[in-house]
């Protein structure tokens, strides 16, 4: 008999990142999901796209790409969405993020509401929360999946910052994983006046009482995971040449989930996260063929 397979969901943007070397089909909850969907996942994603060529174009690439696209909506008079990426001297990425395009409408129907049971992860971040129709719409799905791991990816793009969207997405998860810099921002908005990684847990569970896991990741300078049963687990981060780090930290959230939900421990989650991750780095794109 087989080994069933794990079911994970992203929910949120699916865009196209305007590289200088030509577009990339991205948005974090895409590339969360195509991540698994590698390591041995049934991966689908909620989102929408314009009826265009961008969003025909992406649900074939996502298909072809072993992603589940069956609950991904077409809005007509929205356009699909578009992030103008520029990359510096080491590969790191600044975003222009087009608003008022598609995945600001995320969907939600009575088809939606009967094919979301039985998923054991979900992960969501805060961009999506950039409309008050996201945010409704994602508390809706998440209700749904109160048995699954909920992941939260902070995923902070400045000028999207939303409270609300950042308190509701806290509020809900049992995995909260964010870089270093949200680390910091998340820390002074919570009044705790530092980012250290352990009171910083603390404040947090004492806020959000599903939370079980807390992942900081900080580039070349490794990441830390704090786990409510299975304590701190530290990993420097491998030695690649970098060539962007476009979708890196969706790589690792995917794989750390992935290797979660297969039985591995927190430790050995964390470390395939760290390789998986690095490789992302040393090719173009959020999506690189790696596996």
């Known amino acids: 008999m087989s080994e069933k397979r794990p079911r994970v969901l992203g929910i949120g943007e699916l865009l196209w990142d305007m590289l200088p070397a030509g577009r990339q089909l991205g948005g974090a909850p895409a590339n969360f999901a195509y991540h698994c969907a590698r390591q041995g996942c049934d991966a689908a994603i ?33 356009p699909t969405g578009q992030v103008d990426v520029v990359l510096d001297a080491g590969g790191q990425p600044e975003y222009d993020i087009r608003r008022n395009v598609a995945w600001d409408r995320l969907p939600w129907n009575e088809y939606l509401f009967s094919e979301l049971y039985g998923y054991d992860a979900m992960c969501y971040g805060t961009l999506a ?25 902070v995923n902070l793009r400045p000028p999207h910052v939303e409270r609300d969207a950042i308190m509701a997405g806290l509020m809900r998860a049992t995995v909260v994983k964010l870089n270093s810099v949200e680390a910091k921002y998340l820390a002074s908005m919570l009044g705790l006046g530092e980012d250290n990684p352990r009171r910083l847990f603390d404040a947090l569970t004492t806020r959000a009482h599903r939370l079980t896991t807390l992942i900081i990741t900080d580039g070349a300078a490794g990441s830390r995971v704090i786990d409510r049963d299975e304590g701190e687990s530290y990993v420097a981060s491998p030695t690649v040449a970098v060539v962007d780090s476009v979708g890196a930290g969706d790589a690792f959230t995917a794989t750390f989930v992935t290797a979660r939900l297969k039985g591995d421990s927190i430790e050995e989650a964390h470390q395939r996260a760290a390789h998986v991750a690095a490789a992302v780095c040393s090719e173009p794109g959020a999506m690189p063929d790696i596996y």
């Open 129 to 153: 929360g950039r409309t008050p129709e996201n945010i409704n719409t994602l508390g809706k799905i998440l209700t749904l999946g109160y048995h699954a791991m909920l992941v939260f990816d």
């Open 46 to 78: 909620v989102s929408s796209v314009g009826d265009d060529e961008l969003g025909r174009d992406a649900i074939a690439q996502l298909r072809a790409k072993g992603v589940d696209a069956h609950l991904i909506a077409t809005v007509p008079d929205l």
